[in-house]
C-alpha cells in the first residue's frame, strides 16, 4: 500500500493511520501518530527497528504504569512530582511557573527519594536569594521525614539537586520584606536563602515550623521504648528473684514475663 494511500490503517488500533503515519518497516505496517505516543515518541521509540507486535508490548507496559502511578498519586500523593506540585498550588505554597515546568521540577525530588523516605510538604521559592534581581531562580522544595531537598530541573538540561538531613540543620529563621519573605536555613556547612513571593511567605514559614516540630517530637517519643525495654528488664529481674526465693510459683513468674514484654 503505498504512502499516499487514505486506506493505510495503524496496525496497532486498526484506525485510520492518517498521512502523518510512520512506516514500522520490520512487520510492513503502519503506526499511526497516537499510538506512537502511547508508546515513547519518535525520542524512544525507534520504528526502523522494532516489529509492530513489540510496538504493543511497550504501550501495554506504559499502560501498566500509568494505571500504577495514577493508584499511588491517589493514596501517597507527596511521593509523586504531580502530587507535590498540586500540593503546593492547593495550599498557596509558591508560584512561578505552570504545571509543566512544576512537575519537571518536582520531578527531579521525586527520583531522589531514599527508600522509606516519606515527603511531608512541599513548597516553591527563589533558591540563593539576595535580592528580587539576584538569585538562582525557583527551585522545588521537599521536606521529608529525613531531609530537605532543594531541586531544579534545567531548561536545556541537567539538573541541581542539594539536600541538608534535618540532624543538620542548626536553624531556620524568616524575615519579612517587602515584596519577598526570606526563609534562612542554617546547616552546619552553608546557609541557605529563600526567596518566598509575599501572598505564601507566612503560609510556608509556618508549615515548615509545624512540620519540623512534629518530626523532633516523633523522634523523641521514639526514644522511649529504650527506657521502657530498661523497666521492663528490671521487672523481670525482681520477679527472677521472687521465682529463685520461692515467693512465686514458675508458672507465675512465666504469665508475669509475658505480660510485661507483650506477648
Given at each position: 500500500?503505498?504512502?499516499?494511500?487514505?486506506k493505510?490503517?495503524?496496525?496497532?488500533?486498526?484506525?485510520?493511520?492518517?498521512?502523518?503515519?510512520?512506516?514500522?518497516?520490520?512487520?510492513?505496517?503502519w503506526?499511526?501518530?497516537?499510538?506512537?505516543?502511547?508508546?515513547?515518541?519518535?525520542?524512544?521509540?525507534n520504528?526502523?527497528?522494532?516489529?509492530?507486535?513489540?510496538?504493543?508490548?511497550?504501550?501495554?507496559?506504559?499502560?501498566?504504569?500509568q494505571?500504577?502511578?495514577?493508584?499511588k498519586?491517589e493514596?501517597?500523593?507527596?511521593?509523586?512530582?504531580?502530587?507535590?506540585?498540586?500540593?503546593?498550588?492547593?495550599?498557596?505554597?509558591?508560584?512561578?511557573?505552570?504545571?509543566?515546568?512544576?512537575?519537571?521540577?518536582?520531578?527531579?525530588?521525586?527520583?531522589?527519594?531514599?527508600?522509606?523516605?516519606?515527603?511531608?510538604m512541599?513548597?516553591?521559592?527563589?533558591?540563593?536569594?539576595?535580592s528580587?534581581?539576584?538569585?538562582?531562580n525557583?527551585f522545588?522544595?521537599?521536606?521529608?521525614?529525613?531531609?530537605?531537598?532543594?531541586?531544579?530541573?534545567?531548561?536545556?538540561?541537567?539538573?541541581n539537586?542539594?539536600?541538608?538531613?534535618?540532624?543538620?540543620?542548626?536553624?531556620?529563621?524568616?524575615?519579612?520584606?517587602?515584596?519577598?519573605?526570606?526563609?534562612?536555613?542554617?546547616?552546619?556547612?552553608?546557609?541557605f536563602?529563600?526567596?518566598?513571593?509575599?501572598?505564601?511567605?507566612?503560609k510556608?514559614?509556618?508549615?515548615?515550623?509545624?512540620?519540623?516540630?512534629?518530626?523532633?517530637?516523633?523522634?523523641?517519643?521514639?526514644?522511649?521504648?529504650?527506657?521502657?525495654?530498661?523497666?521492663?528488664?528490671?521487672?523481670?529481674?525482681?520477679?527472677?528473684?521472687?521465682?529463685?526465693?520461692?515467693?512465686?510459683s514458675?508458672?507465675?513468674?512465666?504469665?508475669?514475663?509475658?505480660?510485661?514484654l507483650?506477648?
Open positions: 500500500m503505498g504512502f499516499f494511500s487514505l493505510a490503517v495503524c496496525g496497532i488500533c486498526g484506525n485510520e493511520a492518517g498521512l502523518n503515519r510512520y512506516k514500522v518497516a520490520r512487520s510492513d505496517a503506526i499511526c501518530p497516537a499510538c506512537l505516543k502511547k508508546a515513547g515518541g519518535m525520542m524512544k521509540v520504528v526502523t527497528k522494532l516489529t509492530i507486535e513489540e510496538i504493543k508490548e511497550l504501550i501495554d507496559g506504559n499502560e501498566q504504569q494505571a500504577q502511578r495514577a493508584d498519586l493514596k501517597n500523593p507527596l511521593q509523586l512530582a504531580e502530587g507535590m506540585y498540586n500540593y503546593c498550588k492547593q495550599n498557596g505554597y509558591g508560584s512561578g511557573w505552570n504545571e509543566k515546568w512544576g512537575v519537571k521540577h518536582f520531578q527531579v525530588i521525586e527520583k531522589s527519594l531514599m527508600d522509606k523516605e516519606e515527603v511531608l512541599t513548597f516553591i521559592g527563589l533558591h540563593n536569594y539576595e528580587p534581581t539576584k538569585h538562582d525557583y522545588a522544595y521537599a521536606i521529608t521525614n529525613k531531609r530537605i531537598i532543594m531541586a531544579q530541573k534545567n531548561m536545556i538540561a541537567g539538573e539537586l542539594q539536600t541538608v538531613y534535618l540532624d543538620n540543620i542548626n536553624d531556620i529563621t524568616f524575615k519579612s520584606g517587602v515584596l519577598f519573605g526570606v526563609m534562612t536555613i542554617d546547616t552546619i556547612k552553608e546557609t536563602n529563600v526567596g518566598l513571593n509575599k501572598e505564601s511567605a507566612q510556608i514559614n509556618a508549615k515548615v515550623h509545624e512540620v519540623l516540630d512534629q518530626l523532633r517530637n516523633a523522634n523523641s517519643q521514639s526514644s522511649q521504648p529504650v527506657q521502657a525495654g530498661i523497666s521492663v528488664a528490671d521487672e523481670i529481674k525482681k520477679f527472677k528473684e521472687l521465682l529463685d526465693a520461692g515467693t512465686i514458675p508458672e507465675e513468674f512465666e504469665a508475669k514475663k509475658k505480660q510485661l507483650g506477648l
